[in-house]
């Protein structure tokens, strides 16, 4: 059973980056050919692909976000990390990590298999 949890700080100041780890057991992350992506909720919104990296270490980034946005790995620790940078309060949402979509795109909901429990995360001063 893959299980994946995210971590890190629930309150970001706005300009700052945002930085969020996944951690997945029960599964490789470098296993062939899994991609692994972060998606977000905004409050009374639906949900929105970010990226994705792949089980080779390759990214995607949704076209809006590309130029904030950064995904990376830890294959030691069996966790990939997104950063998003110049956040403001529209960034404001629950971020989950899942595995599924592949590094072009969010593919739809039906290519995504396992969830984070998803994380709060509130862009205020």
């Known amino acids: 059973q893959v299980q994946l949890q995210e971590s890190g700080p629930g309150l970001v100041k706005p300009s700052q980056t945002l930085s969020l780890t996944c951690t997945v057991s029960?599964?490789?992350?470098?296993?062939?050919?899994?991609?692994w992506s972060w998606i977000r909720q905004p409050p009374g919104k639906g949900l929105e692909w970010m990226g994705a990296?792949?089980?080779?270490?390759?990214?995607g980034y949704s076209p809006s976000l590309k130029s904030r946005t950064s995904i990376s790995r830890d294959t030691s620790k069996n966790q990939f990390t997104l950063q998003l940078s110049s956040v403001t309060p529209e960034d404001t949402a629950v971020y989950y990590c899942?595995?599924?979509?592949?590094?072009?795109?969010?593919?739809?909901?039906?290519?995504?298999?396992?969830w984070g429990q998803g994380t709060q995360v509130t862009v205020s001063s």
């Open positions: 899942a595995r599924g979509g592949t590094t072009t795109g969010w593919g739809g909901l039906k290519e995504y298999d396992y």
């Open positions: 029960g599964g490789s992350i470098t296993t062939n050919y899994y991609y």
């Open positions: 990296i792949a089980y080779d270490g390759s990214t």
